[in-house]
């Protein structure tokens, strides 16, 4: 029987349980138009994949290893974690999008990645073959701030995102390379998240605006 379906890279990944005539047993297969490659078998420490979702030519995928429920994107010969999911008896993650190298995930669930959340929650990567990238401090001045921060000086296209402290988005910016300047004006006093994105590197930091 098939779980899911999913297409990405003109390749079809099935998921599901599947057996060959000699019994052998598998979770997962891929068909590139011409053969179907057998990608996971069944095992105590294989993936065992629920649901695929397709999103900018990436595959991400919600499966159980050994009982616990993770998600992740494919690496071109596996799943990469983004994270530990506690889903509850009938939780499941039910919509997935990506937005400037940061991942959207919402459903039924109340813990992401260790983090208690209310069944939405972001992941901050570049996604690709073998690349996700941590994130590090972001650099600016100055902190308190009135109305602006000046940014480490950067040779890169970066997205900057302004949060507030309920982790709502109040402003995205794209600064391009050599701009540091970003304006704050409009912002109420208190604290705020800036975190800039860009091709290479995820950075963060912590503003307080008076």
């Known amino acids: 029987s098939i779980s899911s379906i999913a297409v990405v890279n003109n390749e079809v990944f099935m998921s599901g349980m599947f057996q060959k005539a000699n019994s052998s047993s598998f979770s997962l297969l891929k068909w590139n138009g011409t053969t179907i490659t057998e990608v996971f078998a069944f095992g105590i420490s294989v993936p065992t994949v629920v649901k695929m979702f397709v999103v900018s030519h990436h595959l991400f995928a919600e499966y159980t290893i050994q009982g616990f429920r993770h998600f992740g994107y494919w690496n071109g010969s596996g799943f990469t974690g983004l ?91 794209l600064l391009n390379a050599g701009e540091c300047f970003l304006s704050l004006e409009d ?11 860009s091709r290479e590197k995820i950075q963060t930091g912590r503003v307080i605006i008076e």
């Open 187 to 197: 912002l109420q006093p208190g604290a705020y998240i800036v975190r800039a994105v």
């Open 83 to 173: 994270g530990d999911v506690v889903l509850g008896t009938s939780g499941s993650i039910d919509a997935v999008t990506e937005m400037s190298n940061i991942v959207y995930v919402g459903g039924t669930f109340s813990t992401f990645d260790g983090v208690t959340v209310n069944n939405i929650a972001q992941h901050g990567v570049v996604v690709g073959i073998e690349n996700i990238l941590e994130e590090s401090p972001l650099g600016f001045y100055p902190n308190p701030a009135t109305g602006y921060i000046v940014l480490d000086a950067s040779d890169e296209l970066r997205t900057i995102a302004v949060y507030n402290a309920l982790g709502q988005l109040c402003h995205q910016y």
